[in-house]
């Protein structure tokens, strides 16, 4: 099974919201990624979680808050969201960060920001 | 440093037509390569990968050679599908602050007509 879920599928939000973005794999993957996607674009990386251990932040501003409860759950928490951070959001999974494994993506979340 | 250079699209063909989407890379040392699709409001699946040079990976009729001497990895077809009308990525894995990332190429979105 390769599957990675997350919920919820379509998210529309005021600039004054307070939300959760939420990934699971159970794959017994060590990896964990956010990514967010604009139109007509390749995904772009956010976060990457080693271990449940931030290892990378791609200087994301603050309004996007990452956790990593557990080895199977990754969630991304949105505060004070602007309209330009409208975009699909990816999870992904990979076996760990070191080698060269590849990435299993979920179906993504798409946000919408009024 | 890492980068993946793909065929600008988008591209059209007909039924049953023979597709070649072209893909090279700079990379430091000897990665892995992927290819992904991503169908229309869908997150990215992978489609196929290649570990080291000459290896050819394959999956639902796509085959495309890992090939060194000319850092390139072209994905091909020989007789496409109206199902097979989404966008793919080129990818390889990169290290970045001691962590595994995704280097994407732009994307070439694939039409086919009936």
């Known amino acids: 099974d390769t599957e990675v879920t997350q919920t919820p599928k379509h998210l529309v939000m005021g600039m004054t919201n307070k939300k959760s973005l939420k990934c699971e794999q159970h794959?017994?993957?060590?990896?964990m990624y956010w990514y967010k996607q604009k139109a007509k674009k390749p995904p772009e990386l956010m976060f990457v979680?080693?271990?449940?251990?931030?290892?990378i932040n791609e200087s994301v501003p603050s309004r996007f808050s990452p956790e990593c409860p557990n080895s199977s759950l990754l969630n991304l928490h949105l505060h004070a969201l602007q309209p330009e951070d409208s975009a699909l959001y990816l999870c992904?999974?990979?076996?760990?960060?070191?080698?060269?494994?590849?990435?299993?993506f979920g179906p993504g979340t798409r946000l919408t920001v009024t | 440093g890492d980068s993946v250079t793909q065929m600008e699209g988008p591209v059209t063909l007909s039924e049953e037509a023979c597709l070649t989407i072209?893909?090279?890379?700079?990379?430091?040392?000897?990665?892995?390569l992927f290819w992904y699709v991503q169908y229309p409001g869908e997150g990215l699946q992978l489609l196929l990968k290649?570990?080291?040079?000459?290896d050819k990976g394959s999956n639902k009729g796509f085959e495309a050679t890992y090939r060194k001497e000319t850092t390139s990895f072209h994905l091909e077809k020989g007789s496409v599908q109206v199902s097979d009308s989404a966008v793919y990525f080129c990818?390889?894995?990169?290290?970045?602050?001691?962590?595994?990332?995704?280097?994407f190429g732009q994307g070439t979105r694939l039409t086919i007509n009936p």
């Open positions: 794959m017994g993957h060590r990896a």
């Open positions: 072209n893909c090279t890379y700079t990379a430091t040392g000897y990665p892995s």
């Open positions: 992904a999974s990979s076996i760990q960060t070191s080698g060269y494994y590849e990435q299993y």
């Open positions: 290649a570990t080291k040079a000459d």
């Open positions: 979680y080693s271990y449940e251990k931030l290892s």
């Open positions: 990818a390889l894995p990169s290290r970045s602050q001691g962590a595994q990332k995704l280097v």
